[in-house]
């Protein structure tokens, strides 16, 4: 079992930045790629970012046009997602997400952070 927490969220203005944090624990961090999803009210998660297990590698949706960035630190066990140049439509609970080493699909959740960018 994979329990994350993820910290960082709030309220920003448009043009700013947020950096989101996840803390991991229990099993190894190093057995799972780790993504962030976002929902927003009315609509379906949508993936945001995604890490290799080995942190070789990053992925994002064409739609976020470079704005954000994920990370990790093996060594604190936890997953970043820096976010600039926000956007209102950028509002959302932001997910953190243990996946898949085969796949990227998701396999643990957090509880999930708001963020709320004003216009």
């Known amino acids: 079992q994979v329990q994350l927490v993820e910290s960082g969220g709030g309220l920003v203005q448009a043009g700013g930045s947020l950096r989101l944090s996840c803390v991991v624990s229990?099993?190894?961090?190093?057995?799972?790629?780790w993504g962030w999803f976002r929902q927003a009210p009315g609509k379906e998660r949508e993936y945001v970012a995604a890490?290799?297990?080995?942190?070789?590698?990053?992925f994002y949706p064409d739609s976020l046009e470079g704005r954000f960035a994920i990370s990790r630190d093996s060594a604190k066990n936890t997953v970043y997602l820096q976010m600039n140049s926000l956007k209102p439509e950028d509002s959302a609970v932001y997910y953190c997400?243990?996946?898949?080493?085969?796949?990227?699909?998701?396999?643990?959740w957090g509880q999930g952070t708001q963020v709320t960018v004003s216009s």
């Open positions: 890490i290799s297990w080995s942190g070789d590698s990053t």
């Open positions: 229990g099993r190894t961090f190093s057995n799972y790629n």
């Open positions: 997400a243990a996946l898949r080493r085969e796949g990227y699909s998701p396999l643990y």
